[in-house]
Each structure stands twice: as C-alpha cells, then as structure tokens.
C-alpha cells in the first residue's frame, strides 16, 4: 500500500491524503511556502503576525471566538506555526465533519478581516519580548547563530520580528503579504486518519476549487560566502547559568552529505548513552542536558548543540564538547555504535506511524518545501550507511571554518580568552587533519 496519496486540484494547491482507517480521527496539517526569509528589510515577523491575524475571524465568522468556537464543536482545536520558509496550520477533526472542517480552513486563509489588529501588536509585542533582555538586548542562542551564520540574509532576522517591525505593521502591509503568498499554489492540505482518498479530494474540492490567486514567490537570493570561523558572540546577561550554542554552517536539505549529518545528530543526542549526554552529564556532571539539532533549508543549515551550564562548568564543557567533534573526523563511528543508533532511528520511523499528526505535519512540509520523503525512502537511505559516510560528512563541515559560538550569560572575560584559545587550537587540529 502508498504511505501517501498526491492530487493536484486545477488551481494548483496539493492534497496528500494518509489512510489510516484503524483510527478514529482525522489529522489536519495545511502548509503554505511563506516564512521569515520571504520577508523584506523592514518587514521581519509579517508572515508570523499574520498567521496571528487569521485566528481573529473571518467574512464568515466574525471573530476569533466565533471561528475557534466552531472548530470545536467539530473536534478540532486550530494551531499553528511559522518558521523560515512555512507556516502551518493544523487541527484534529472528527470524520464526520471533515468537509465542515476544510469550510472553517477555506474562510479563515482565504476571506480574513484583519480585525483587532492592535490587541493582537500586544499579544506579539509580547511573545517578542521573551527574547530580550532588561537592557532590550536579544539573549535567544537561536537568533544570535542566525545573525552569525546568515548576516544580512532575511534568514538572519527573528522569525517573531522586531519590536520596530512589529509597531509598523498595518492592515495595508498585511493585506499585500496575504495576497502574494496565500494561495493556491503555495498551499499543501494534509489529511491523515479516518478518511479514504475520494473524501478528501471531495471535500477539499468543494471548499478550495474555486480559489484563485498568482503562483508563489521565489525564495529570497542566494546567501553571502560566509566568514571564515570560528566566530563567536558573547552576551553579557544576568543569569545563574550560561547558555552556549555551538553550529557548523552546513549545505542545505538535497546536499548529499544530509543522511549522514542526519545520522550524525543521532549519534550524539537522542538518548542516555548518546555521545553528548554520557560525556557531558553522566561522566563529567557538566550539564543537566544537551541536545544537538540539525537545520536545513532549501540551500543551506545548520548543525547545532545545545546545553547550559554554570560559569564554572564553560571551560571543561567547551574542552570535552570540541573534542567529541574532534573524534567524529578523525575516527569513524563504531560499527556497533552505528548499527544501535540506526536500529533506534528505524524504530522512532516505525512508531511514527501510530501518530496521525506526525504524518500529516511530516509530508504536508515535505511536499510544500520540495523535500517530500516517504518513510521507507528513510529506511532505505539510513540502512545504506555506513562509518566512512558519517566522518567524510564530519571532515567535510564540522571544521573550524564552519564553526560558530554564541555564549549567553555571566560569562568571565578569563573564561572567554580560555575559550578562545580552544577555538583557535581547534583550527589548528582541523588543519591537520583535512590536510593528511
């Protein structure tokens, strides 16, 4: 049996259709092409705002108790998200009211009323406001790195906005934003659960056919050379700890080395006798957790980590977290390290199919973004690894040339020459090796 079934109505949105007729609801996820980096100088945070402003109502429903009110009564609760290069909506629907549900979807991104845009200026200005210190300094590691690793790129800009941005936008730069990037072209509706095929491609006809609007923007231009690493920011912020983010600048979401960074993540965090956490926590007591993530864009990402630790604890964390990264290009993974790794992540993909929510979210973004894989396309590719594939990926990107540093906190100017210094003596253990 298909994982998925695509169909293409005539105005161009996409309907991936999950059949999973054991369960006893329906999954939605829709998911439009426009992020933070489709955002002009001036204007970060319109496409998170907006997506704000379709919660308080529509022609139909005049207001965003009236319109939530009813996606309730259906079994739903509406959400969402914006990130760089998305925004999603998602809700659980009950089967009997699915065509009920695309009709409350249709009215809400399609006929918004821009209604009580100053109410929702506050509830932003806000949710800005958690990533600002009392000095209105940015304390987020997260947008620090994106300041490091793509400066003067809209990828570069807090996906929330600036308190300036956020205080200049009006119903007029809404409305145009809206205009070009809520379409039908640049929109994906998943369904997954109780429903077959036909009745999603019925209902979503029914409320979506008639919706016309231009094809989608291209993404912004292509990103600067980076400087050559290591860079670091330092933010000086009253804390009891200290909030470091490490990233290598890596290529984006087709480049052939993504499953092995993929896999490298896995290697490190994920679970208790991962790299980071055993080092770090279990046998040097440095952190209470650490994490590494991996981001990938159209043609560019990031491989990051992430953990806090007292100011005591910066320097032997930064000496034993550079030479886990040391080891991964000089010394291949384990066979039996790898094959436990893989056998988790293959179990995680097993398991993912019991998640209705999963699914939907997983190919709606997927098919939206151009990078649409179906499961056993993981299982397929992950299996195909093997040691040599995961340090050639190390010795390609987590190299001196691609590190970034931001440190967050009540950092000590002799703790921060200390950590330079190690900075610099990585440079000089990754020239070596690539060289060799």
Not at 261 to 281: A, E, I, K, N
Not at 292 to 318: R, T
Request: hydrophobic share 40%.
């Amino acid at each position: 049996m298909s994982e998925f079934f695509i169909d293409t109505l005539v105005n161009g949105l996409r309907l991936l259709t999950i059949e999973m007729p054991h369960l006893h609801s329906v999954e939605l996820a829709c998911t439009l092409g426009v992020g933070s980096r489709c955002e002009e100088p001036g204007r970060s945070g319109i496409s998170h705002f907006l997506e704000h402003m379709l919660f308080r109502g529509s022609e139909d429903y005049p207001s965003g108790q009236d319109l939530e009110g009813r996606f309730e009564a259906i079994g739903g609760n509406i959400h969402a998200a914006t990130d760089a290069e998305t925004t999603c909506y998602h809700s659980r629907l009950h089967p009997s009211h699915i065509g009920d549900g695309m009709h409350l979807l249709a009215s809400m991104l399609r006929r918004p009323l821009f209604a009580g845009l100053e109410i929702e200026r506050s509830i932003v200005t806000e949710e800005a406001q958690e990533d600002l210190n009392q000095d209105g300094r940015f304390i987020s590691p997260d947008l620090l790195m994106n300041s490091l690793l793509w400066p003067g790129h809209p990828l570069s800009q807090p996906i929330i906005g600036t308190l300036d941005s956020i205080a200049a936008f009006d119903e007029t730069a809404l409305r145009n934003h809206h205009q070009h990037h809520y379409t039908p072209a640049n929109t994906v509706i998943a369904l997954a659960g109780r429903i077959t095929r036909e009745t999603a491609l019925s209902t979503v006809s029914d409320a979506f056919g008639d919706w016309r609007g231009p094809a989608p923007l291209p993404l912004a231009p292509s990103l600067p050379a980076p400087a050559k690493g290591p860079v670091s920011c330092w933010v000086q912020d009253a804390d009891s700890q200290l909030n470091l983010q490490l990233a290598f600048r890596i290529p984006g979401r087709q480049d052939p080395a993504t499953p092995a960074l993929r896999m490298l993540r896995r290697v490190l965090s994920g679970g208790g006798t991962t790299r980071l956490m055993r080092r770090l926590r279990e046998n040097l007591g440095l952190t209470y957790n650490a994490e590494a993530h991996l981001s990938l864009f159209e043609e560019c990402g990031s491989f990051a980590v992430d953990l806090a630790v007292m100011p005591e604890n910066l320097v032997p964390a930064m000496e034993e977290l550079l030479q886990i990264f040391l080891e991964l290009v000089e010394e291949p993974v384990g066979e039996g390290e790898l094959a436990r790794v893989l056998e988790n992540y293959l179990f995680d993909l097993e398991f993912s199919q019991d998640h209705a929510d999963l699914l939907a979210s997983r190919y709606s973004w997927g098919l939206a973004t151009g990078f649409l894989r179906s499961l056993e396309d993981e299982r397929r590719e992950s299996r195909q690894l093997r040691p040599e594939n995961l340090r050639e990926a190390a010795r390609l990107y987590l190299t001196a040339a691609h590190l970034h540093l931001v440190v967050v906190g009540p950092y000590r100017k002799a703790d921060r020459k200390r950590v330079d210094n190690l900075l610099a003596a990585y440079r000089c253990a990754k020239a070596a090796v690539c060289t060799a």
